[in-house]
C-alpha cells in the first residue's frame, strides 16, 4: 500500500513519522523550510511529556514534483487550505484511490466528495495533540494518537478501509474504521471545537481547563450545545461527551493549546470559520438555540476584525 499524506504539521507530520517508522511506505507533502528540512535532515519528533526527541528518514516531496500514483491519500491541512488540494488529487489519484480526510472540521468528507466524484471519499477524525516546534521538528504534546473513518453510506464500503486500519495498528496508531462516522467525528468536533473556541475566547491553555472555574464551565457548556446539535441532526451521542471530552482535556500537559489559538496568535489564517461560526450555522439550520457558542463568536470575530 502508497500512502500520501497531504500536510506535515501536528497531524499528517506525525502519521506520517508513526507510519513511516513502521516501514510503511508513505511520502509526505509540505512545502518551504519544512519540506527542505526534512528532506536533508529527515523529520524529527519531539515528545513534550519527557523530553525525548528522535529522528528518522521519510519521502518527502512537494505538490507539484510528486508524480507517483498512491493507494491511500490522507488529507492533513486545515480547513483553509483544502480547496488547493482538489487539482493535485485529481492529478495523483487511480479510480480505486481511497481519500480520507483529517481535519479538525465536522463534514469535510462530504464536502471534498463533492468536488471528487471520481475517487472514494471518506469521512474521518483524529485525535492528537502537536504542532510543528520548527522546519522538520514536530512537537507532540500528548500520547493519544488515534484515527476514526469510515464510509457514510453503507453501498460505499470497500474491504481495502480494513487493510487501512490495521495498517495503522500495526504503526501504534489506534485505527478505528467507524460504522457511523458522522456520529464519531462529530464526536471529535464536540472535543475540538469547544477547547479551541474557548481557549481563543479566555486565552487560556490547557491547565486553566483543567481546574474548576469559568472556563471549564463553558467548555462544558458548548460541549452540551454541540450534544443538542447532534440530536437534532439525527445522531445523537451516546455518550456523556462531557465526561469523555474532560478525560482527554486531562491528559494534556497544562501549557498545551490548539493549533487554532497558535495560528490566530501568530497572525496566521485559522480555521475559526469551520471551528466556531459553523456550529452557529448548524444552530440556525436545525433550529437549536447556541447561546455561549454566539456569544464566543462574537467576541472572536471582533478581536480578528
Partial sequence: MKYLIIGAGGTGGVVGFFMTKAGKDVT??????????????G??????????????????????HYDD?????????????????IPFIRRVARPDTVVIPILNIYGTGGKLQEK????????????VSANILEPGTLLQH??????????????EYRS????????????????????????????????????????LYYGANAGDFQKEGEPRETFKTMIREIAALAQAMGVPFEKDMVEVNLKILANLLPEATTSMQ??????????????????????????????VYEKVERKILASLS
Avoid at 519531539?46 to 529522528?55: I, P, V, Y
Avoid at 471528487?116 to 485525535?127: A, K, Q, R, S
Fill in 262 to 291: 497558535r495560528d490566530v496568535m501568530a497572525k496566521k489564517p485559522s480555521e475559526v470559520d469551520g471551528l466556531v461560526s459553523e456550529v452557529v450555522r448548524l444552530g440556525h439550520q436545525y433550529n437549536v438555540p447556541v447561546p
Fill in 160 to 199: 481495502v478501509l480494513e487493510t487501512i486500519r490495521d495498517d495503522f495498528v500495526s504503526c501504534g496508531i489506534d485505527g478505528i474504521l467507524s460504522e457511523n462516522i458522522r456520529r464519531d467525528a462529530l464526536e471529535k468536533f464536540s472535543y475540538v471545537s469547544p477547547i479551541g473556541a474557548a481557549g
Fill in 28 to 41: 509526505l507533502i509540505a512545502r518551504g523550510e519544512h519540506l527542505k528540512n526534512m528532506q536533508e535532515q
Fill in 142 to 155: 500528548g500520547k493519544i494518537l488515534r484515527i476514526v473513518f469510515g464510509v457514510r453510506k453503507p453501498e
Fill in 69 to 85: 500514483k498512491p493507494d491511500v491519500i490522507l488529507v492533513c491541512v486545515k480547513g483553509y487550505s483544502l480547496e488547493d488540494t
Fill in 43 to 64: 523529520l524529527s519528533l519531539e515528545r513534550l511529556w519527557d523530553g525525548s526527541r528522535e529522528t528518522i528518514q521519510v519521502k518527502a516531496e512537494d505538490m507539484e
Fill in 116 to 127: 471528487l466524484p471520481e475517487v472514494l471519499v471518506t469521512d474521518g477524525c483524529i485525535y
